[in-house]
Structure formats: structure tokens, C-alpha cells
């Protein structure tokens, strides 16, 4: 085999095996090429069975070199430890040349977070009298009520929404299923999204099913969303500079602050570890921080 033929097979491993979203295998796969032109620019055409531990190290000193940041450092060697944990599983490797190699360590950024009087100035700032108000508002509420990734927003189907029964069936990485139960303003505004725009609507044939829809019938795009939100935030002056991961964020910290479990959390995210969920348990401490120095006497 060479080369192709095994970044073909990794490929279908990740998307058949092991439900990886496509935006993930792109960039480990991506990522992965970079090592392999740098074996292949010092060693020539190799086998997989020749490249070693030494060869590894030398590619991640060359990125470090080169500044690379210890966070994209660690992804990178993510995507290669990955493709040659796949060739050992499948005897095509006796030995892992990255077995030993040890991960960047990278600090753990706090996700930014709006507070709900700003959430609300976004959100009343939306002008429902524009044609795309409705639909706008509705967004906004669903990521922010139901802490919804953008991708899984735009995806949203409306056999997904029950309004009767107070929940949203989503579709997350990996293509697992959670179910996201939704308050009354979220359950309003996309009602009245319905009602006053998406019933009325020319749709484009292979998105009748898509709930949140552009002029032209067809399914948003995340950049459109972002868009939106980034002309939200001139619109109201806000300085902080917020995507729509942020209300994601934003969700989950306002239900920690407020007593809410940390594996409910999870649930509702849809992450696969509870260790991921936790970096909400260090936004609550820097808010708890916070308060104290603004508001005790002491402080």
C-alpha cells in the first residue's frame, strides 16, 4: 500500500468506525499531511513501519520552532497519534512511534460569557419588522435557551421541534442523538418564526425539513450566522467580541451560577466526557472571584 491508500482507509475508520463529524476528520487529516511531507522531504517515500519516535520529535520541535502555539501543537500531534493508533489496532504496525511522545501542555481557556442583560440587548435589539426578524430572534433564543453548537442549529430539522411536548431532538458529533428540553420564550419565538415566516416561505426542495431558512429557501450557513450575530453586537455597541459559541457558553454557566448539576450540563451540551463540561466549574469560580471583589466591603 502507500500512503494514499492508508490515509484512505484511516479516513473511512474515523467516519464508519468511529462517527467522527467530517469537520474533524478533514482536519486530522490535514494535519496529518504536514507530518507526512515532512517524513517524506527527509526520508523519502517510506512505509509507515519506517518512520520512528525521532522522526515525530523532530516534526514537533520544527512546529515549535516555527511558534506554533502549544494548543495547536497538541492538535496536531492529536491527529497523528490517532492514525497510528488505527495502523497498530489493524496489524498494520508492531509498534507506535508516538506512544511515547508526550502532549503539549496547554492552559485552559476560559470561554467568554455573556450576562443575561446583555443576552437580552442582543436579543431585543433585533428588529421584528425586518424580514428576517422573526427567524433572527428565534435563533438566538434557541442557542441561548438550549445551548445548541452553531452547527447543530443550522442543521435543526422541524420534525426535531416539539413544541407540545417542550423538547429538541439534536444531532451532535459523532452524530449522537440527545434530547434538549426548551423554556417558554424559546417555545414563543419559534412559534412565531413558523407562523409569521417559515409558513409562508419558497423552499428550496432538499431543506423542507430545515427549520431556520435564508431568503432563498435553503439551509443557513455558520458564517451567516456569525454575521448576524456580529452585526447584533455594532448594533448595540457591545465591546466584546462574541460568535455564536459564545451563548453556548453562555447557557452553561448561567445554569451553573444557578445551582443547576454539572452532569445535566452535560447532557443537555451533548459532551462525551464530563471533564470537558467541568471548564464551566472554573468560569463559576472566576464569577464567584469576581463578585466578591465588586460587591464586600472588604474587598
Request: some cysteine; aromatic content about 8%.
Amino acid at each position: 500500500m502507500i500512503w494514499s491508500d492508508y490515509q484512505e482507509s484511516y479516513r473511512n475508520y474515523l467516519r464508519l468506525e468511529k462517527a467522527v463529524s467530517m469537520n474533524t476528520i478533514d482536519a486530522y487529516c490535514k494535519d496529518l499531511q504536514k507530518f507526512l511531507d515532512f517524513v517524506k522531504k527527509g526520508k523519502g517515500d517510506v512505509e509507515p513501519a519506517d518512520v520512528k519516535q525521532a522522526d515525530v520529535r523532530k516534526f514537533i520541535d520544527l512546529i515549535n520552532e516555527n511558534g506554533m502555539s502549544a494548543s495547536s501543537q497538541a492538535r496536531i500531534l492529536s491527529g497523528i497519534k490517532s492514525f497510528f493508533k488505527y495502523l497498530v489496532a489493524h496489524d498494520i504496525l508492531e509498534t507506535d512511534p508516538t506512544a511515547m511522545i508526550e502532549t503539549p501542555k496547554t492552559a485552559r481557556k476560559l470561554p467568554s460569557v455573556l450576562s443575561p442583560e446583555e443576552i437580552n440587548m442582543l436579543i431585543n435589539a433585533i428588529d421584528l419588522n425586518s424580514a428576517n426578524g422573526y427567524r433572527n430572534r428565534a435563533m438566538l433564543e434557541t442557542l441561548y435557551g438550549c445551548g445548541l453548537r452553531v452547527s447543530e442549529l443550522i442543521q435543526l430539522r422541524i420534525t426535531d421541534v416539539n413544541i407540545n411536548e417542550g423538547y429538541l431532538k439534536i444531532k451532535g458529533k459523532g452524530d449522537r442523538e440527545r434530547l434538549v428540553p426548551i423554556g417558554r420564550s424559546v417555545k414563543d419565538a419559534i412559534t412565531l418564526y413558523i407562523h409569521n415566516t417559515r409558513e409562508n416561505q419558497a423552499v428550496n426542495k432538499k431543506d423542507e425539513n430545515i427549520l431556520f431558512l435564508n431568503r432563498r429557501g435553503q439551509m443557513l450557513t455558520r458564517v451567516m450566522v456569525f454575521t448576524i450575530i456580529k452585526n447584533l453586537a455594532e448594533k448595540t455597541d457591545l465591546k466584546k467580541k462574541i460568535s455564536p459559541h459564545t451563548f453556548r457558553h453562555s447557557f452553561a454557566t448561567h445554569l451553573l451560577e444557578g445551582g443547576a448539576d454539572l452532569r445535566a450540563i452535560q447532557e443537555m451540551l451533548g459532551h462525551e466526557s464530563i471533564t470537558t463540561t467541568e471548564v464551566y466549574t472554573h468560569l463559576d469560580k472566576e464569577y464567584l472571584r469576581d463578585t466578591i471583589q465588586r460587591f464586600h466591603p472588604r474587598s
